[in-house]
């Protein structure tokens, strides 16, 4: 017979018929009180005092979604059928965290792929609470501005990359003296993504002059979710489909590193308290405590004021420019 089955048995057995007494780990011995040294107290608790947790406002989550794989990066394409089952699929996990009568709106950037998205996690909302038996308010999708892409500066006005490279894919064929410089730095960030690399750390890490720099777009997003924070009635769940890149930037500014970058239908989660004064950023398993921006701290480095003072120029600071005085 092996060891381990012989102990085993002695164990079960208890002390052997000769006194010899078991194992050492179950021998008792007898105490006082009459109780045998292992067997548990069993006493009534005494009722301490009641303490009551002050009913605080309940947090609000902002479910920020990557749309799901697109057909193309080179123009304001649609999804793919994988994109399409992602969207879907996410919408089906989001269900099972939707409680009973909540209210979940549905938002988006305002471009197609993200508008898709929306429709495809409504309907996986929508099959989840159905198949649960949970009754909910599914409201949109609807565009919201505060939650777009980042911009790029064209002749044309600021534009989404995407939609931006349809403006670089006509006028590569220029001269590189003739080329402007929105359209060498969107090269640059193409070509990037055509070898392979990160153009959302590079657009992160590198100063590009005709790019919405990273704090803004972090900033715009912050003021986005206090629009929406302030403006919810009862319980709200907010799902808002947009881009790696500001949510990416919105990760790393909350964390204080950057994760990398959001995969396909992967989320990062914000819950805010009703009175802005903080929220909770989770992340690829972190979550970060952060306090939200308050007014007052805002700088306003890309705002025109038209207040502020305009530089003097040289002749301005050499007195007035006589006039010369005319024929006749």
Same mark, same amino acid.
């Given at each position: 017979m092996p060891p381990y089955l012989a102990r085993y048995r002695q164990r079960r057995a208890g002390p052997s018929p000769d006194g010899r007494p078991g194992p050492f780990h179950l021998?008792?011995?007898? +105490? /006082?009180?009459?109780?045998?040294?292992g067997e548990p107290v069993l006493e009534e608790a005494p009722a301490g005092p009641?303490?009551?947790l002050a009913a605080g406002p309940e947090p609000m989550d902002l479910h920020l979604v990557r749309h799901g794989e697109t057909q193309s990066y080179m123009a304001d394409a649609g999804l793919t059928p994988r994109g399409t089952w992602q969207s879907r699929r996410?919408? $089906?996990? +989001?269900?099972?965290?939707?409680r009973e009568g909540e209210t979940v709106r549905l938002l988006c950037a305002p471009t197609s792929r993200a508008l898709r998205t929306a429709?495809?996690?409504? +309907?996986?909302?929508?099959?989840? $609470?159905?198949a649960r038996g949970r009754r909910a308010t599914v409201v949109g999708p609807e565009p919201m501005p505060e939650f777009q892409n980042f911009q790029v500066w064209t002749p044309l006005?600021?534009?989404? /990359?995407?939609?931006?490279a349809g403006e670089y894919g006509r006028r590569w064929g220029r001269p590189a003296a003739r080329r402007p410089l929105w359209l $060498?730095? $969107?090269?640059?960030?193409?070509? +990037?993504q055509e070898g392979g690399g990160d153009p959302i750390a590079f657009w992160m890490t590198s100063p590009l002059l005709t790019f919405e720099p990273p704090a803004a777009v972090v900033r715009r997003f912050w003021a986005g979710a206090a629009r929406l924070v302030a403006g919810a009635r009862g319980r709200t769940r907010f799902v808002c489909c947009t881009h790696s890149g500001p949510m990416r930037a919105f990760a790393a500014w909350a964390l204080g590193h950057d994760a990398g970058e959001p995969l396909n239908a992967e989320e990062v989660r914000v819950r805010i308290w009703p009175d802005l004064g903080r929220a909770m950023v989770t992340y690829r398993g972190r979550t970060q405590e952060i306090e939200a921006l308050a007014e007052r701290d805002r700088p306003d480095w890309w705002t025109h004021r038209a207040t502020s003072p305009r530089p003097r120029s040289r002749?301005?600071?050499?007195?007035?420019?006589?006039?010369?005085p005319r024929d006749g």
């Open positions: 021998r008792r011995r007898a +105490l /006082p009180d009459g109780r045998e040294d009641e303490v009551e996410w919408g $089906l996990a +989001l269900a099972a965290r939707v429709d495809q996690v409504r +309907l996986g909302v929508e099959d989840g $609470l159905s006005g600021p534009m989404d /990359p995407t939609r931006a $060498l730095e $969107l090269g640059r960030f193409y070509r +990037l002749a301005s600071e050499a007195g007035p420019r006589r006039r010369a």
